[in-house]
């Protein structure tokens, strides 16, 4: 069985302030630092750092070598990923005093994906093979739609959530990972409890993780439902936060641990990443994670 991730790459430009800022304010920022990022990026990170072999597809600009670079250093296959002519995809990330932050995404070169090399990509996979999406390219819902004709396992993290995932034919999907926001804005419901019985009622064939953020996490499937709380770090950023425990989440799936198990992994990774700076930088390795010592709560 194969893992494709087909998804963006990002080059985060992160300003460290104060606060958070408001419409109209003008704040000073502590600090600039870019680094390598994209939910599909750091997912393919995360995932090859639990020790999954896995294919990225995508597409860099002209100054997204380092993305290439950086996924190739981090042992994901790279032979997918193309360069076109024009800007890579970027962020504008704050991060605050309390390591929360906020996002400006420009698509740039991640939303020049064609139908042609979509296929050309899904040509070099098989029937039960895992394809991975997030929502930060475009052609989401063909790339399902293939992907499911070839029998292939969807995992989708609607990532951020947009209209544009109205026109995915989301009954094709194996498995979601959503956070609280996603889960609301799928079923319209508030209430955890509440999202998971939507869910099932609407896609009574999908798996779902559902992350809600200190409260921890959620995960259902036909054999029941697994509750995991989180590992309390002193937070310095929380980008890629949710992209860590979907990576080493689908690690565990991959490798046939107990869903609890795999809850728990996902957690202290993810606690990890989100007391160091930057997206993918901040992912530890598996033995890193297996050998921390963090205190659920
Ligand atoms: O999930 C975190 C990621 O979201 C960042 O790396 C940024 O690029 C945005 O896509």
Same mark, same amino acid.
């Given at each position: 069985?194969?893992?494709?991730?087909?998804?963006?790459?990002?080059?985060?430009?992160?300003?460290?302030? %104060?606060? /958070?800022?408001?419409?109209?304010?003008?704040? +000073?920022?502590?600090?600039?630092? /870019? $680094?390598?990022?994209? *939910?599909?990026?750091?997912?393919?990170?995360?995932?090859?750092?639990? &020790?999954?072999?896995?294919?990225?597809?995508?597409?860099?600009? %002209?100054?997204?070598?380092?993305?290439?670079?950086?996924?190739?250093?981090?042992?994901?296959?790279?032979?997918? /990923?193309?360069?076109?002519?024009?800007?890579?995809?970027?962020?504008?990330?704050?991060?605050? #005093?309390?390591?929360?932050?906020?996002?400006?995404?420009?698509?740039?070169?991640?939303?020049?994906?064609?139908?042609? $090399?979509? =296929?050309?990509?899904?040509?070099?996979?098989?029937?039960?093979?895992?394809?991975?999406?997030?929502?930060?390219?475009?052609?989401?819902?063909?790339?399902? =739609?293939?992907?499911?004709? #070839?029998?292939?396992? /969807?995992?989708?993290?609607?990532?951020?959530?947009?209209?544009?995932?109205?026109?995915? =034919?989301?009954? #094709?999907?194996?498995?979601?990972?959503?956070?609280?926001?996603?889960?609301?804005?799928?079923?319209?419901?508030? %209430?955890?409890? #509440?999202?998971?019985?939507?869910? *099932?009622?609407?896609?009574?064939?999908?798996?779902?993780?559902?992350?809600?953020?200190?409260?921890?996490?959620?995960?259902?499937?036909?054999?029941?439902?697994?509750?995991?709380?989180?590992?309390?770090?002193?937070?310095?950023?929380?980008?890629?936060?949710?992209?860590?425990?979907?990576?080493?989440?689908?690690?565990?799936?991959?490798?046939?641990?107990?869903?609890?198990? &795999?809850? =728990?992994?996902? +957690?202290? +990774?993810?606690?990890?990443?989100?007391?160091?700076?930057?997206?993918?930088?901040?992912?530890?390795?598996?033995?890193?994670?297996?050998?921390?010592?963090?205190?659920?709560?």
């Amino acid at each position: 069985m194969k893992v494709l991730n087909f998804g963006s790459l990002n080059l985060d430009y992160t300003y460290q302030v %104060e606060t /958070i800022l408001i419409p109209g304010e003008t704040q +000073a920022s502590k600090s600039r630092e /870019i $680094f390598c990022g994209g *939910k599909g990026l750091n997912q393919s990170i995360a995932l090859a750092k639990a &020790g999954v072999p896995v294919y990225h597809a995508g597409m860099i600009g %002209e100054e997204g070598e380092i993305l290439l670079e950086t996924c190739r250093e981090n042992g994901v296959n790279t032979e997918f /990923i193309r360069k076109i002519d024009g800007p890579s995809g970027h962020t504008i990330i704050q991060v605050d #005093k309390n390591g929360q932050n906020c996002i400006l995404l420009y698509g740039g070169a991640n939303r020049s994906i064609t139908r042609e $090399f979509v =296929d050309e990509v899904l040509a070099a996979f098989d029937s039960g093979d895992i394809i991975l999406l997030q929502n930060e390219i475009n052609e989401l819902p063909y790339i399902i =739609d293939r992907a499911y004709e #070839k029998k292939m396992m /969807i995992f989708l993290n609607p990532s951020p959530y947009d209209h544009g995932l109205d026109s995915c =034919d989301l009954s #094709k999907i194996s498995l979601f990972l959503v956070n609280e926001i996603e889960g609301y804005q799928i079923t319209g419901e508030k %209430e955890p409890e #509440k999202i998971l019985e939507k869910m *099932k009622r609407l896609y009574p064939g999908a798996k779902l993780l559902l992350t809600l953020g200190g409260e921890g996490s959620v995960y259902q499937d036909e054999t029941g439902i697994y509750r995991q709380g989180i590992y309390r770090v002193k937070a310095a950023d929380t980008t890629a936060a949710g992209d860590t425990f979907t990576g080493y989440f689908i690690s565990s799936v991959i490798d046939g641990l107990p869903v609890q198990e &795999g809850l =728990d992994l996902a +957690a202290r +990774a993810s606690a990890i990443a989100v007391s160091r700076p930057g997206a993918s930088a901040s992912i530890p390795l598996r033995e890193e994670v297996l050998n921390s010592s963090l205190s659920c709560v």
